[in-house]
Nanobody, 125 residues
């Protein structure tokens, strides 16, 4: 089992920045891909960024390219999502997720085996 827990959400104004963190515990060696996803009220959960945890290029959703940056600290077993120039349309519950399947990493929600509980990001005009 892999356990994930997100932190760092909040309410900000448009143009602000936030950093989300996701701590990972358990059988972390099972992780081959990780992702950040988000779900707005009444909307389907969508991929924000996915990447191979063993190293490699992350893939960003078109709506966040150039504004969001993912990173990971293996010593701390923590994943990060730096979000800059936030827009009201970024308002959503944000989730980190882990996939045991080998890369290439998918944007498909159904591919991810383990999920955190989510952290809310609200961006006002």
């Amino acid at each position: 089992q892999v356990q994930l827990a997100e932190f760092g959400g909040g309410s900000v104004q448009a143009g602000a920045s936030l950093r989300l963190s996701c701590t990972v515990s358990g059988y972390t060696s099972k992780m081959n891909c990780a992702g950040w996803f988000r779900q707005a009220p009444g909307q389907k959960r969508e991929g924000v960024v996915v990447w191979p945890t063993g190293g490699g290029r992350p893939y960003y959703g078109d709506s966040v390219k150039g504004r969001f940056t993912v990173s990971q600290d293996n010593a701390k077993n923590t994943l990060y999502l730096d979000m800059n120039n936030l827009k009201p349309e970024d308002t959503a519950m944000y989730y980190c997720a882990a996939d045991v399947h080998r890369p290439p990493c998918a944007f498909l929600v159904s591919e991810y085996d383990y999920w955190g509980q989510g952290t809310q990001v609200t961006v006002s005009v």
